[in-house]
């Protein structure tokens, strides 16, 4: 791996910067170790419906030579990502779903990610701060429908950059496997208008509102509008809001789910086929 070198700040004497500088070599050892794939459920045979995708899990973790501390604790910016890895022909398919800003890999996502970090840290240092806080950033990136013809995958990132708070989002993708893309509301739902009346009476009970009631200020949103994050699940067309998108960063997100059988009627023939083997 090299050599590394470990930059304490705070209140920690030279004796705990030693201890702490050994305690964090075997953490990174073992980052390294976890590294690695496991098998899915979806690739072990029996339990699998026929045409399901293989894959395996892998797990990733690196973290910044940086850290922050006192005499009695010590932190350290972290970069974690758990994701399916898939044959390569579907790997390149669904690769901008679990690298977002165009990575081709984990590696690629930390470096970028950690990078930024020992830049602010060094910066900092220089400056003679000592009370810099540690970062860190973890991507789950999980299977949630894999049927023939049809993939789903939910992308959580959790993230914290420094200032009052961090920020959790979820993003959703769908693919047409054979026709090797991913879905887009229009390849689903043939009637948007109705769909989006269906969906808003949805959302006014998931949000306990009357149907006459205004959105007033807690939503930032006069009318009524869908987000273009969205994927299939088993249940129906499930839609995310993130944080800040209608409400409020302490009002969290919101996720709304369509049932499928209210909208087989405005479904396009193409989503018809599909939602067959769910």
Not at 44 to 62: I, N, Q, V
Not at 65 to 70: I, L, N, V
Not at 136 to 152: E, S
Not at 202 to 227: M, Q, V
Request: proline share 3%.
């Amino acid at each position: 791996m090299g050599e590394c070198v470990f930059k304490f700040w705070g209140l920690i004497n030279r004796s705990i910067a030693v201890s702490f500088g050994l305690l964090a070599t075997c953490f990174m050892v073992g980052c390294f170790s976890e590294n690695k794939t496991e098998q899915s459920a979806h690739a072990a045979g029996g339990a699998a419906a026929a045409d399901t995708l293989a894959y395996e899990l892998a797990y990733f973790k690196d973290f910044s030579p940086y850290f922050s501390g006192t005499e009695s604790s010590v932190d350290s910016t972290l970069f974690t990502a758990r994701y399916p890895i898939f044959h390569p022909p579907i790997q390149e398919l669904v690769k901008r779903a679990i690298f977002i800003d165009g990575e081709n890999t984990a590696e690629q996502v930390a470096e970028s990610f950690l990078g930024g970090f020992n830049e602010y840290a060094e910066e900092q240092i220089d400056a003679g701060n000592a009370d810099i806080p540690s970062w860190f950033k973890h991507q789950d990136c999980r299977v949630i429908l894999n049927r023939p013809g049809i993939l789903t995958l939910r992308n959580a990132i959790n993230d914290y950059t420094g200032g009052a708070h961090g920020m959790e989002i979820e993003l959703w993708f769908s693919y047409d496997i054979q026709q090797g893309k991913r879905l887009t509301l229009g390849d689903v739902i043939q009637d948007s208008t109705q769909f989006l009346s269906i969906a808003e009476r949805h959302f006014r009970k998931l949000e306990n509102l009357s149907d006459t009631a205004s959105y007033g200020a807690e939503y930032f949103f006069d009318s009524f509008a869908l987000p273009e994050n969205f994927g299939l699940t088993k249940d129906g067309v499930l839609f995310h809001y993130n944080p800040y998108e209608i409400k409020s960063y302490a009002e969290g997100g919101t996720t709304l789910i369509v049932p499928y059988g209210e909208i087989e009627d405005i479904l396009t023939d193409r989503a018809k086929t599909l939602l067959k083997a769910i």
